[in-house]
């Protein structure tokens, strides 16, 4: 069974930092792309950041790049999403999210992911 568990959401004030984390079990996690997406309520999921089954390649969203880092730790079936500076439009439920197929380029931003975690929010005050 695929369960994809995140964790690490909360409360800060802008300027301040968090750490996203997302458990995986059920598939071999060191073959998959991995990817964290962001929504607010009315609005389409954004992709935040994803990364490669080696952590070879990352990619990071314009609106986070110098804030946010992706990184994980095959050995111990993690994703993290560190999150630096933080400002109050990054308010969203936060989602991890695996798939099989590697994406390269502009199609890494893609939702297409075929496993979901239920999400952990994120609250940036001002």
């Known amino acids: 069974q695929v369960q994809l568990v995140e964790s690490g959401g909360g409360s800060v004030q802008a300027g301040g930092s968090l750490r996203l984390s997302c458990a995986v079990s059920?598939?071999?996690?060191?073959?998959?792309?991995m990817g964290w997406f962001r929504q607010v309520p009315g609005k389409e999921r954004e992709g935040v950041a994803a990364?490669?089954?080696?952590?070879?390649?990352?990619y990071l969203a314009d609106s986070v790049k110098g804030r946010f880092t992706i990184s994980r730790n095959n050995a111990k079936n993690l994703l993290y999403l560190q999150m630096n500076n933080l400002k109050p439009e990054d308010t969203a439920m936060y989602y991890c999210?695996?798939?099989?197929?590697?994406?390269?380029?502009?199609?890494?931003?893609?939702?297409?992911?075929?496993?979901w975690g239920q999400g952990t929010q994120v609250t940036v005050s001002s």
């Open positions: 999210a695996a798939d099989p197929i590697m994406k390269y380029g502009p199609t890494w931003i893609r939702a297409d992911f075929a496993y």
């Open positions: 059920g598939f071999t996690y060191s073959s998959w792309y």
């Open positions: 990364i490669s089954p080696g952590s070879t390649i990352t």
